[in-house]
């Protein structure tokens, strides 16, 4: 059971801009703990796409895009293109949890 | 280029003890940057973090897990192993081995991962 929780799928139409949510509290997201977000591409390891709430690793396309607000992050996807259908998860550390990583419930995006 | 590359059985019986190597190719596994984790994902379902584990031994379990979970390292090899006991069907995942950093704006992000290994729990 997740402490962070994502939207179970979101879709678009190429072109079109799709936000994914995640939602934790004051132990992990609205502490001073960075987000991080990773895309799953079907049968692969994740890969990671943001990191420290709004930061993208070399390689990363800037249509991605991460921001932190609270006990909330988001990622938002501009210019959706097919090859963006994937699982999308977020990750934080929880400090009630003893050191625990923990990964969101991972999000479908669906390009239409 | 780092790589990290999972391996162990693929099938694990019921009571019995699943047990898996990361070898760290490209790099080395002492490094004080970062630490070295074991997540897993069962079919269909989501990622969960097992454990990680520094270069000097030092290790943090996720604590749902905690009570059968051993995380070590071997220096010498460029390894680090997991030991997960008592298993049930509900271990059968397929189990990443991953790098995260230890400090700064990357701090628990894990940013180089192995392809994974599928494990099934079935007698």
């Known amino acids: 059971q997740s402490v962070l929780t994502q939207p179970p799928s979101v879709s678009g139409a190429p072109g079109q801009r799709v936000t994914i949510s995640c939602t934790g509290s004051?132990?992990?997201?609205?502490?001073?703990?960075?987000v991080h977000w990773y895309q799953q591409l079907p049968g692969t390891a994740p890969k990671l796409l943001i990191y420290g709430n709004s930061n993208r690793p070399s390689g990363v396309p800037d249509r991605f895009s991460g921001s932190k607000s609270g006990t909330s992050a988001s990622l938002a996807i501009t210019g959706l293109q097919a090859e963006d259908e994937a699982d999308y998860y977020c990750q934080s550390y929880d400090s009630s949890l003893s050191g625990s990583r923990v990964f969101g419930t991972g999000t479908k995006v669906t390009v239409l | 280029q780092l790589q990290l590359q999972e391996s162990g059985p693929g099938l694990v019986k019921p009571s019995e003890t699943l047990s898996l190597t990361c070898t760290v190719s490209?790099?080395?596994?002492?490094?004080?940057?970062?630490?070295w984790g074991w997540i897993r994902q069962p079919p269909g379902k989501g990622l969960e973090w097992i454990g990680s584990?520094?270069?000097?031994?030092?290790?943090y379990y996720n604590p749902s897990l905690k009570s059968r979970v051993t995380i070590s390292v071997d220096t010498s090899k460029n390894q680090f192993s997991l030991k997960l006991t008592s298993v049930t069907a509900a271990d059968t995942a397929v189990y990443y081995c991953a790098r995260h950093a230890h400090s700064g704006l990357a701090a628990n992000a894990f940013d180089i991962w192995g392809q994974g290994t599928m494990v099934t729990v079935s007698s």
């Open positions: 490209g790099g080395s596994i002492s490094s004080s940057s970062y630490y």
């Open positions: 584990i520094y270069y000097s031994g030092s290790t």
């Open positions: 004051s132990s992990n997201i609205g502490a001073v703990y960075d």
